[in-house]
């Protein structure tokens, strides 16, 4: 006798392919978006983000290509919704300060920013972009605090397993030469021997 497939049974099997499929999309849609196919990986994040409408990954990647594209109002409307679902996550709030400075709307992203760090305190891209601001305000005494807190995390930076750390160097190299441009070279050379 042959067992048959119950209902429980197909009913998993259909959960699994389609978070097969959403996976698959939104992979394809990430290599279309790094071979700057931004047409093609804006239509499979959008089937992606139609079956699984609350999903970060997707949002945040499809922002960020909104961006790129030049289309910042969609950018801005999907970040609004990505701060929506995930209030309490310091990566929406920096990634709306980010579409906020590009505009040049300098007091939204500072409070932007200040909000990523209250989420995070240790979230080194928006410690690097408030200091920027601070220091665009002639607040350089607050820009100089806030770049030394991020050159201390950049000094201590241990990747997770998961990152592959080289594809953040060269944002880190520049925000560390930041850091080293408006804090003092005494601090500098405490903060290191204390590593050391």
Request: charged letters at 25%; glycine letters at 4%.
């Given at each position: ?26 992979h394809k849609g990430l290599a279309a978006y790094k071979n700057k196919e931004f047409i093609l990986a804006e239509k499979l ?145 405490s903060t290191l021997e204390e590593v050391l």
């Amino acid at each position: 006798m042959v067992n048959e497939p119950t209902s429980s049974t197909f009913t998993i099997t259909e959960d699994q392919s389609e978070k097969s499929l959403i996976k698959d999309r939104y992979h394809k849609g990430l290599a279309a978006y790094k071979n700057k196919e931004f047409i093609l990986a804006e239509k499979l994040f959008l089937r992606s983000l139609d079956l699984e409408p609350n999903s970060k990954d997707i949002m945040v990647a499809l922002t960020y290509l909104y961006a790129d594209m030049g289309e910042m109002d969609k950018a801005w409307q999907l970040s609004e919704r990505l701060l929506t679902v995930y209030s309490l996550q310091a990566e929406a709030h920096f990634i709306k300060g980010m579409i906020a400075l590009h505009r040049q709307h300098l007091y939204q992203a500072e409070k932007l920013f200040r909000r990523s760090i209250y989420c995070d305190e240790d979230h080194i891209p928006s410690l690097y972009y408030l200091g920027s601001i601070l220091e665009d305000f002639g607040l350089s005494d607050k820009a100089g605090k806030t770049y030394a807190h991020a050159l201390d995390l950049l000094i201590h930076l241990e990747p997770s397993s998961q990152e592959k750390p080289w594809e953040k160097i060269q944002f880190y190299h520049q925000m560390l030469h930041k850091c080293l441009s408006i804090t003092d070279e005494q601090n500098f050379i405490s903060t290191l021997e204390e590593v050391l």
